[in-house]
Nanobody, 127 residues
Framework: QVQLVESGGGLVQAGGSLRLSCAAS????????MGWFRQAPGKEREFVAV????????VYADSVKGRFTISRDNANNTVYLQMNSLKPTGTAVYYC????????????????????WGQGTQVTVSS
């Protein structure tokens, strides 16, 4: 079983930066794709970014492309989300997720393609 723990959230002004981390424990970390999602108050959880098992491929939501960067350190079982030029619309709880079991895609982008989730970390962007 895999456990995911996010950290790095907080309060930041618009235009600022934050770096989220997600530490994984349990099964061999490098065997599965990792993604980031976010959920704003009153809204559905939405895809943000995904990184392949090796870290060689990534996909981003259009809303964050060019501002966010996902990366992973397989030696330390951690995935990161570097968020630059943050906007107030980025206020949400950010979740990391792992596609441990399903393996339907090398770069899953749908919530239903992930079977393991962290508890989330709050990001608040003030205007």
């Amino acid at each position: 079983q895999v456990q995911l723990v996010e950290s790095g959230g907080g309060l930041v002004q618009a235009g600022g930066s934050l770096r989220l981390s997600c530490a994984a424990s349990g099964r061999t970390y490098s065997n599965y794709a990792m993604g980031w999602f976010r959920q704003a108050p009153g809204k559905e959880r939405e895809f943000v970014a995904v990184i392949s098992r090796s870290g060689g491929s990534t996909v981003y939501a259009d809303s964050v492309k060019g501002r966010f960067t996902i990366s992973r350190d397989n030696a330390n079982n951690t995935v990161y989300l570097q968020m630059n030029s943050l906007k107030p619309t980025g206020t949400a709880v950010y979740y990391c997720a792992a596609d441990v079991v399903y393996a339907t895609s090398a770069l899953p982008i749908r919530r239903s393609q992930y079977d393991t989730w962290g508890q989330g970390t709050q990001v608040t962007v003030s205007s």
